[in-house]
């Protein structure tokens, strides 16, 4: 397994519908300044490559145990942080749970990645001897129980929360109420209407015995 390096992680669910995920996985900088990590490493700028595609690995980085990816994702850098946009494969059991405990932990969720270094420097960061990374390359996001970077985070796990999501889920709740109860009273009316054809087409006892009686040749 390559190297790995974890976060407490701000996690955001983009979509739950579609299991649509962002994490922070790295930070970078605070106000404009390097971040030294638990591994006494920093980054320089452009050390995470923006937009590569991604894994994203069950809990404890399993894939390199020989599970199945959860999911998949691309990197997106700012000047402070590294994140993830990824999907889980909620079509899998594996994918389902795992996005199931990434939103309910929400902001506790830390964040880790698996990654082999390209390129490197030693420097010193605030009179500390450290190692600049200056380019790496990402093979997979995981969510962690504790993590070793700093300030890895979930951004966002939100319920079908934009407004196209709500409208719609809102909408089709509408209609297949609506829908529901125009097909019931459609249904009556259509039983009323055979109710009524049947009386007509069969006459009552009573009004058959007055014709025998009083009409006998009838």
């Known amino acids: 397994m390559p190297d790995s390096k974890s976060t407490i992680g701000r996690v955001e669910i983009k979509s739950e519908t579609r299991g649509e995920v962002e994490a922070v996985f790295a930070t970078t900088a605070v106000n404009g300044r390097p971040v030294i990590d638990s591994h006494g490493d920093v980054y320089a700028p452009g050390a995470f490559e923006d937009g590569a595609e991604v894994i994203l690995s069950a809990y404890g980085h399993?894939?390199?145990?020989g599970a199945l990816p959860v999911g998949k994702g691309h990197i997106r850098v700012?000047?402070?942080e590294a994140i993830v946009a990824g999907r889980f494969f909620l079509d899998t059991?594996?994918?389902r749970d795992t996005f199931a405990v990434v939103r309910e932990?929400?902001?506790r969720q830390q964040w880790s990645y698996g990654f082999d270094v390209l390129a490197a420097d030693d420097g010193v960061v605030d009179g500390q001897k450290v190692?600049?990374?200056?380019?790496?390359?990402?093979h997979e996001v995981s969510p962690v129980p504790i993590g070793a970077g700093v300030g890895t985070r979930t951004l966002a796990t939100k319920n079908a929360s934009t407004p196209e999501d709500v409208f719609v889920k809102e909408l089709m709740r509408f209609v297949g109420r609506n829908l529901e109860d125009a097909l019931r009273h459609e249904l009556e009316d259509i039983r009323h209407s055979l109710?009524?054809?049947r009386l007509r087409d069969q006459p009552r006892a009573d009004v058959l015995d007055i014709r025998r009686r009083f009409l006998p040749n009838e």
């Open 105 to 107: 932990l929400g902001p």
């Open 62 to 65: 399993a894939v390199w145990q």
């Open 78 to 80: 700012t000047d402070s």
């Open 131 to 138: 190692r600049v990374l200056k380019q790496l390359q990402v």
């Open 195 to 197: 109710d009524l054809a």
């Open 93 to 95: 059991t594996a994918g």
